[in-house]
């Protein structure tokens, strides 16, 4: 049965879109969702940009907000921002949580986001399958 993550940023338009389609691309045995603390609605177009010259972007991709997603049972929170860890809320069911910050590349070149997701493929996939043992 595979492990659900949520990965949770602050605006859910840049790195916690780009987390959600990394874990579900790469990480066998795991699917991933992502929101926003304060959701802007939606996804950067250097995220979908990325995402789609890296052949994972899915048009199931967009911006929730936390209300959408707060009753799914998940196995493992990610915060992928300060923010979001400082104001990570409660889930109606135990959930362990874990943080891995990263830049945010909102407002800067295509290049910003690259690197992003770089450092996510090299750091965040590792901790996952550590964390959720798989």
């Known amino acids: 049965m595979d ?21 579900n691309a790469k990480l066998e045995g795991v699917s991933a969702d992502s929101s926003g603390v304060k959701a802007n609605g939606k996804v950067n177009p250097n ?3 990325l995402l789609e010259e ?29 923010h979001a860890k400082e104001s990570c809320p409660i889930f109606p069911r135990p ?20 690197k992003i997701y770089e450092e996510m493929e090299a750091f965040l996939l590792p901790m996952l399958k550590k964390a959720l043992d798989v």
Request: charged residues 30%.
């Open 54 to 82: 890296k052949g994972i972007w899915k048009d199931e991709y967009h911006s929730k907000t936390l209300d959408s997603i707060i009753d799914n049972h998940y196995d493992l929170v990610v915060t992928v921002c300060d």
């Open 3 to 23: 492990k659900k993550v949520l990965v949770l940023c602050t605006g859910n338009s840049c790195r916690s879109i780009i987390a959600e389609a990394l874990i």
């Open 95 to 114: 959930t362990p949580k874990i943080h891995v910050g990263f830049e945010d590349p909102d407002g800067k070149g295509f290049k910003a986001f690259r």
């Open 47 to 49: 995220a979908k940009k």
